[in-house]
């Protein structure tokens, strides 16, 4: 049973919106499209691997919390892209949508890949990440009284993510193997009967918190408007007898002033004013703004040019 859906992070819709604003002759327009495809690439192998675990056979009580987010009584963040509970153990994965010849040091803490024109890059350790997940699961469960053992593993997504010997005796294995290593746990491990395992999946839903990271927004950069979804390259839509219209295309797009606000969300905030809603959407008109913002789901605070407005949740 999933009891916590993968979705699209913060971060990722963030760059998918501001890439959609910023002119390509921007300084940063390289580096901003660089960070969403690694985000776009990591999320698609973890969706890979979600439909892998659709194709075992589990007949006993389990339960998944994808991309599950909290914080430590430190402060320190913690990110699991999967917990998976059974009465067997707890099992923490790390998935990798990665390519090439990976390789890795173990005295040094360092994973590095080597692609097709021999250029070698540096990678976050994961066995370390998991490691940390681990003590804080494994002080939880000690907190909660739950006698479960905590396992980890890093799970490839793509077949061309090649392992070398530096991984052996780590656990480290392609999505193909998911099935045998789940076999092998639970041989290893005997399920404990007495363990209320919905009560402690829901302990744990009880502390999922959206950790969000901050992307540096260049708004005084940005193209402003409402956008074409279909041209791109910053066409904006005109406003004319209450549609919003492709002066390119000609497209008719009634999804415009909703997808905007939420564009507005993700790059300026959550409060909106007269003022800052006619400078993102390139409106002229304080009265046509206002209008328009009667039309979405924000709530107002004060009178008149004091009056601000959040966005709902």
């Known amino acids: 049973m999933i009891l916590l859906e993968r979705q699209t992070s913060e971060t990722q819709k963030m760059l998918e919106a501001l890439v959609q604003r910023l002119p390509i002759s921007h300084s940063k327009y390289t580096l901003y499209c660089e960070h969403l495809r690694r985000l776009q690439a990591g999320f698609a192998g973890e969706q890979f691997v979600d439909a892998k675990w659709l194709e075992l056979d589990l007949p006993f009580p389990h339960y998944f919390l994808h991309d599950f987010q909290t914080m430590n009584d430190f402060g320190s963040t913690h990110q699991m892209d999967t917990v998976f509970l059974c009465p067997h153990f707890v099992l923490i994965l790390e998935i990798k949508n990665i390519t090439g010849k990976l390789s890795y040091d173990a005295s040094f803490a360092q994973l590095t890949r080597t692609i097709a024109d021999d250029t070698v890059e540096g990678m976050t350790d994961p066995f370390l990440q998991l490691e940390r997940h681990v003590v804080w699961m494994k002080k939880l469960l000690q907190k909660e009284r739950i006698d479960l053992p905590v396992l980890h593993a890093v799970v490839l997504a793509t077949k061309n993510g090649i392992l070398t010997k530096g991984f052996d005796g780590l656990p480290i294995f392609h999505v193909a193997g998911l099935r045998f290593y789940l076999q092998k746990w639970m041989e290893r491990h005997q399920p404990r009967v007495r363990v209320d395992l919905l009560r402690f999946a829901n302990l744990l839903l009880s502390l999922q918190t959206k950790l969000k990271k901050e992307v540096e927004v260049p708004f005084k950069e940005i193209v402003k408007g409402v956008l074409c979804p279909q041209c791109g390259s910053g066409q904006r839509l005109k406003y004319h007898y209450k549609k919003w219209i492709c002066?390119?295309?000609?497209?008719?797009?009634?999804?415009?002033?909703?997808?905007?606000?939420?564009e507005y969300r993700l790059l300026v905030g959550q409060q909106v004013t007269n003022r800052s809603f006619r400078e993102f959407f390139g409106i002229d008109s304080p009265d046509l703004a206002y209008k328009l913002m009667q039309q979405l789901p924000l709530k107002a605070e004060g009178v008149k040019k004091h009056r601000k407005y959040w966005i709902k949740e």
């Open 247 to 262: 002066p390119r295309c000609g497209l008719v797009d009634r999804d415009a002033l909703i997808r905007s606000l939420e």
